[in-house]
């Protein structure tokens, strides 16, 4: 079995305090349990280096939950790739569904986001999904096509060059933190297309990681990583339980 991915979001959450125990507890038990997985946490931009100093001996790797679509420069408030390359991380999140649809991020800003990571050699964990009214109007497989096609159309010779520094989390907007997960058959049929897509889309992109993302459970968790295609997890509410995310961690 290849290497699984489970990566935690925190988003916006917790304070200093909070972000170092969670930090501590999940550091505590990953390197109790040796997983075989690759382990990733994103906590709150502003706890990074914290979080960093607690994972001295790299036991799991931290991303960042955003980065800037410019390099650096005059925009107030924002944090390039240098400034998270310069903290060691070694992921960063795209297009998360409350990037696109809250912050109003487009696939433009997305594809440049994903290029300044290449640049800086960060991976990048690139979120597409549709939303409730398209799944209702079946319109998944179009929307996610439209994603994905973007960004290949943008950065594709960046992707080309270096396929595995890409992952694409599969995230139906609906299914985030609302308990809901999309049916077995829904996810056999939406991964095999993108799979296929994504293939398409370059000679050695086989290799590309493909996760699924919305309302992992320690219930869920391993009928999703069995099932064909998904080769990890991103989790949101459940990873800010050191508890839960460890029980997720323990299921393969
Ligand atoms: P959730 O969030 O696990 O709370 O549904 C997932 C995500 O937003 O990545």
């Given at each position: 079995m290849s290497k699984k991915i489970i990566a935690g979001n925190w988003k916006q959450n917790g304070n200093l305090k909070q972000s170092i125990k969670l930090a501590r507890d999940i550091f505590a038990s990953v390197k109790k349990n040796k997983y075989k997985h690759e382990i990733i946490i994103f906590p709150p931009s502003l706890y990074l280096l914290e979080t960093q100093k607690v994972n001295r001996e790299n036991i799991i790797k931290i991303g960042s939950q955003n980065v800037s679509a410019?390099?650096?420069?005059?925009?107030?408030?924002?944090?390039?790739?240098?400034m998270l390359k310069d903290l060691s991380v070694k992921y960063c999140l795209v297009g998360h569904s409350e990037r696109r649809?809250?912050?109003?991020?487009?696939?433009?800003?997305?594809?440049?986001?994903?290029?300044?990571?290449?640049?800086?050699?960060?991976k990048i964990i690139y979120c597409i999904g549709e939303k409730l009214s398209e799944y209702k109007c079946k319109k998944t497989k179009s929307v996610i096509k439209k994603?994905?096609?973007y960004i290949f159309k943008n950065i594709g010779d960046q992707i080309n060059s270096k396929p595995n520094n890409i992952i694409?989390?599969?995230?139906?907007?609906?299914?985030?933190?609302?308990?809901?997960?999309?049916?077995?058959k829904e996810l056999l049929s939406t991964f095999d297309f993108i799979r296929k897509t994504v293939d398409s889309a370059g000679k050695k992109n086989k290799s590309i990681k493909l996760l699924y993302g919305g309302s992992v459970s320690p219930d869920n968790a391993l009928s999703l990583l069995k099932t064909k295609y998904i080769d990890g997890l991103l989790i949101g509410g459940a990873s800010l339980d050191a508890k839960k995310f460890i029980a997720i961690c323990s299921t393969i």
């Amino acid at each position: 079995m290849s290497k699984k991915i489970i990566a935690g979001n925190w988003k916006q959450n917790g304070n200093l305090k909070q972000s170092i125990k969670l930090a501590r507890d999940i550091f505590a038990s990953v390197k109790k349990n040796k997983y075989k997985h690759e382990i990733i946490i994103f906590p709150p931009s502003l706890y990074l280096l914290e979080t960093q100093k607690v994972n001295r001996e790299n036991i799991i790797k931290i991303g960042s939950q955003n980065v800037s679509a410019y390099n650096d420069g005059a925009y107030t408030g924002e944090i390039s790739s240098s400034m998270l390359k310069d903290l060691s991380v070694k992921y960063c999140l795209v297009g998360h569904s409350e990037r696109r649809h809250i912050i109003k991020e487009s696939d433009k800003v997305c594809s440049s986001k994903a290029q300044r990571l290449y640049e800086k050699n960060i991976k990048i964990i690139y979120c597409i999904g549709e939303k409730l009214s398209e799944y209702k109007c079946k319109k998944t497989k179009s929307v996610i096509k439209k994603q994905i096609q973007y960004i290949f159309k943008n950065i594709g010779d960046q992707i080309n060059s270096k396929p595995n520094n890409i992952i694409f989390a599969y995230e139906p907007v609906w299914a985030i933190g609302s308990g809901l997960v999309p049916t077995s058959k829904e996810l056999l049929s939406t991964f095999d297309f993108i799979r296929k897509t994504v293939d398409s889309a370059g000679k050695k992109n086989k290799s590309i990681k493909l996760l699924y993302g919305g309302s992992v459970s320690p219930d869920n968790a391993l009928s999703l990583l069995k099932t064909k295609y998904i080769d990890g997890l991103l989790i949101g509410g459940a990873s800010l339980d050191a508890k839960k995310f460890i029980a997720i961690c323990s299921t393969i």
